[in-house]
Every structure is written in C-alpha cells, then in structure tokens.
C-alpha cells in the first residue's frame, strides 16, 4: 500500500526495452545522438511548436533550476505560489543557479495563484536601482495541492506577467497528469496560453530519471546550454534520456499512464471521502490527494503497511493529515485494501476527530 509518491512507482516495460536497444553500438555523446533528435523533433509536433528546443536532464530540479536562470538575471525576482516546490523544496537551487535571485511568494487557495493578487502584487513591486527586479513568474501544473490551472486560468496569469514585463515557466513535474484532467492539448496548456519555457516531467510517470524542458523561445537555449554545462547537468551518454522519452511519447503512453494515475487517485478519494471523520482538503484533480483525519487512523493505517507522508493541516495547533499520491502502476487491490484497513479501525479511535 505505497502511497507515498509516483517517485516511488518503477519503469514501465516499453522504457525498459527502449533502453536495452539503445545500449547496442556506439553514439556520439552530450545530445549528438540520432534518439535526441528524433525526441526533439516528436516534442515540437506534439506541442505544435516547430521552433521550440528541447533539452534533457536528469531531474525536475535541476530543470526548473536552469530554465528559470535563463529568465531572470542575478537582480531579478521570482513570483511563485506559497507552496511552489520551488520554494519549498529545492534547497534554494533557483537562487543558487540564478545567482541571487530573490523568490516572492503569494497565496491562493488550494495551490492556485489567481490573477488579481498577481497583479495587485506586481503592482505593488519597486523598480528603483535600489530593489530587486521582477523578472519571473513560476506557475506549477499540477500545482502543489494537486489542482489543475485550466488553459484559461493559466493564460489569465502570463497575460498579467506579460503586461509587467515577466517570462513565464511552468513547473510541469506532473503535467501529463494536467493534460489527463483537463482534456487540453500541450500547446494549450504551454505557449499558447503564454508559458515561455516549461519543464515537462517524465520522473514521477514512469521514467527513470529524465525531464525535458522546452524552450519556446529558441533564443534562449544557447545560454540554457551553457548553464546546463557549466552545472554539470551535460550528461555524455546522452542517448540513455532520449531512449526513455521515445516510448513514453510514443503512441501517448505518457498520457495513458497519467490517466492511469488520475483515476486510481479519484478512486482512493472516493472511497476516503466516505470514512468518518476524514476530509479532502483539495479538490482531487490528478492523482494527488491532501485528507485531514485523526492520528489514531493514520497510526493504524502505517501499522499495518500503508506508506504516505504526513501534510499536516493549517490552524493551530496543525490538523493532522497526509498526503497520498497514486501513481501510473498503482493496483486498485492496494486502494482497496487501504480503504478496507480503514474501515477496520475501532469505531472509538475514530471519534477523536482530526484535531
């Protein structure tokens, strides 16, 4: 019962495959290889941005890191939601490889930042020599509280992080499961709502370890490809990223296995929603859930071999509560199983609320 992160899921075996051909014979290194082109030039017809780049790393951070470097200068300034991952959860790497750049952070309920408190804020920011510069906006999607911002919403944000001089990047660790929910295409959900540079997630649905970030602006990537060097984010055997995004492009699999996801999670939520005494504190629009319970049932549920991270609740003190994600190999006999575990707790234990 491993509800603890899609990180946590393995390999689906078209990947697998596609690596072990991709091991047979020699190719040149550091991205001159015949498998990143031909995932460079299938990213463009899917995203219908035939100028687009595309460049590979091996993690979301280092690709959220380096695309933002290349929007915003060491003076610059990032605005990102409260819960932006990063914000919380990347070590400072956007400041670090920016070389200073300073995160504003902004609320909005369930992870989603809205139009008037962007610009309100934006607004409000001094541009004298003597502050810090707006440079950014960084938007995620799915956003932190797994919700989903509709092509409509999204291009609402960049519009007003255009009109105040900002490029747009797009946080997108879980976008095949954005795309999933929302029935929206890739070019919808990106540049042409306004994203200039998006960060398309392969990790957390079924690869190894390889995300793809998408330059729309192909002025950009010379200095994306410098920063990509000098941070040792280069790899020479190249070829082995690339072999994972042929088959997960290939024939949609990366959005079947999202939808995969989203409904195992729609399905666990279902069945949470039900139990007394628990609550959804989001709305479930991928394959991310967020419940405030009592203890006494989280403590019984890891007892007995269910995995999950606790997210506890705001007020204080904090509610208690967790964070269960579902991912593209997540069996429904697991979610059953969770669910029936649940049930199974004494009827007293239960009463003791979430507080």
Known sequence: MQFASDNTSGVPGPVLESLGRANEGYAMGYGGDA??????????????????EVRLVTTGTAANALALAVLT???????????????????????????????ITMPGDHGRIVADTLDNSLARAPRSVHNIQPAALSLSNLTEAGTLYDPDHLARLCTVARRHGLGVHLDGARFANALAASGASPAEASWKAGVD??????????LMGAEAV???????AAEFDLRRKRAGHLLSKHRYLAAQFLPWLGDGLWLTLAQRANAAAERLAKGLAALPGVTLRHPVEGNMIFVDWPEDLARHLRTNGAVFYDAPGPGTPPTSGARLVASWDTDPRQIDAFLQLARDIPADAMAAGTG
């Open 35 to 52: 498998l990143t082109t031909q995932v460079r030039d299938r990213l463009r017809d899917l995203f219908e941005a035939p100028q687009a």
């Open 197 to 206: 540079v998006l960060c398309l997630g392969g990790t957390k649905n079924g």
């Open 214 to 220: 998408m330059i729309f602006d192909p002025a950009r």
């Open 73 to 103: 200068p060491p003076w610059g300034a990032i605005w990102c939601h409260d819960a932006a991952h990063i914000e919380c959860d990347e070590c400072g790497a956007p400041e670090f490889f920016v070389g200073g750049a300073k995160l």
